[in-house]
């Protein structure tokens, strides 16, 4: 298959997973109207916008690239040490404490990007 054809299939399967076209290009650093353009063909997937909207999505590098028959599975995200750190420490924690922990954490993300994160990808 064409790169540009895979690389858009993955693009509209990572769209599908959130709520929104708004939310996505939002999460992904993209306008909406770029992220309209791409979805429709009118403009390519290049090199450099795989590579930034990997990054930005914390896809590993390349994941654009490659026929994704299934949805993103948890070892395609790449984690800074700090979130790995984070993540052992939350489970740890019982169950309800966990549950609590999620919606400050849920609240204050929505506080800071101005939509819920838990709604993309």
């Not at 858009?8 to 999460?27: I, P």
């Not at 997937?45 to 994704?68: C, F, H, P, V, Y």
């Not at 040490?81 to 939350?90: R, S």
Request: hydrophobic share 40%; charged share 25%.
């Amino acid at each position: 298959m064409e790169i540009t054809l895979t690389r858009l299939q993955n693009l509209k399967r990572l769209v599908a997973e959130c709520h929104s076209q708004q939310a996505f290009a939002g999460e992904a650093g993209l306008s909406v109207q770029y992220l309209n353009q791409l979805l429709m063909g009118h403009r390519n997937i290049g090199e450099k916008t795989a590579r930034k909207l990997e990054l930005a999505l914390r896809l590993e590098s390349g994941w654009l690239d490659r026929g994704n028959d299934e949805q993103r599975s948890p070892v395609d995200v790449v984690l800074s040490q700090k979130a790995i750190t984070v993540g052992l420490m939350f489970d740890r924690l019982p169950p309800d404490q966990q549950a609590a922990m999620q919606k400050v954490i849920a609240a204050l993300a929505q506080s800071v990007d101005g939509h819920d994160q838990a709604d993309c990808g």
